[in-house]
């Protein structure tokens, strides 16, 4: 459910504003500082006839992996930056995906799996270094978690705590960051750890670079309350 300030519009506009100068140049120079997404990617389970949804898609360079680890998959993707869009789109027709992809111009915060991609939900949703860009992701985290099916997972890769990094590179990698509006969100893990332990799914996470990344995983009970 997304917040009573929040604007889709908005999104739409200061990640255009962002992404569509640097569209071009993001792979070749996020690959250096966006750390774990492979390892996240090449960990998704997806069996042909899985749905995958990954929120926050980009370029689509995690959704042309995933294409080519996992044949039979849907590969959708939603994104706010049109240009990001336009561009994922692209490629994924070029490398020849366009039959089993389905892109949406959207936000995290208002999904709607039947309207956006025809499915009533998915059996994988992925967010590779979206969360922290999103000023307050709880509402996306939440609206993530309503769109998996039972037995369904959520898979995160995002920047971590860095609490184990010297400290003066810490603070300089959070002051960096933060000239982009992108911050370590602490509520995120909160928020799993706490549905976990009241039995609503299953946690598990992974530290990459002494904390500068976290990989984290929530799966659902196979049958609600179960
Ligand atoms: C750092 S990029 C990561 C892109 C891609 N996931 C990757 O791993 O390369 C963050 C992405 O999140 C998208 N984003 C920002 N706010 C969003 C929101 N509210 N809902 C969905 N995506 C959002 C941005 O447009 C951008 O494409």
Known sequence: MATRSFDPALVHARMDRMYRP???????????YLLGRDRLVDSIPAR??????????GTGRNLLR????????????VEPARSMLELSARRLARRGFAGRTRLA?????????????????FDHVLASYCLSIIPEPLPALERALA?????????????????????????????????????????????LERRAAAGAGK????????????????????????
């Open 22 to 32: 640097q569209r071009f140049v993001y792979d070749a120079t996020r690959k250096f």
């Open 203 to 226: 946690l598990e996470t992974v530290e990459i670079g002494r904390g500068y990344a976290e990989l984290l995983r929530f799966t659902l009970p196979a049958r609600p309350g179960g």
């Open 147 to 191: 769109v998996l099916a039972p037995g369904g997972s959520l898979h995160l890769v995002d920047f971590g705590p860095m609490d184990r990094l010297p400290p003066p590179a810490a603070r300089a990698m959070r002051a960096w960051l933060a000239r982009f509006g992108v911050a370590h969100e602490p509520d995120v893990r909160a928020e």
């Open 48 to 57: 042909a006839g899985d749905r995958l949804l990954e929120i926050g898609c």
């Open 66 to 77: 995933l294409g080519r680890r996992c044949p039979g998959v849907l590969l959708c993707g």
């Open 105 to 121: 111009w959207g936000t995290a915060e208002t999904l709607d799996p039947l309207a956006q991609f025809g499915v009533e939900a």
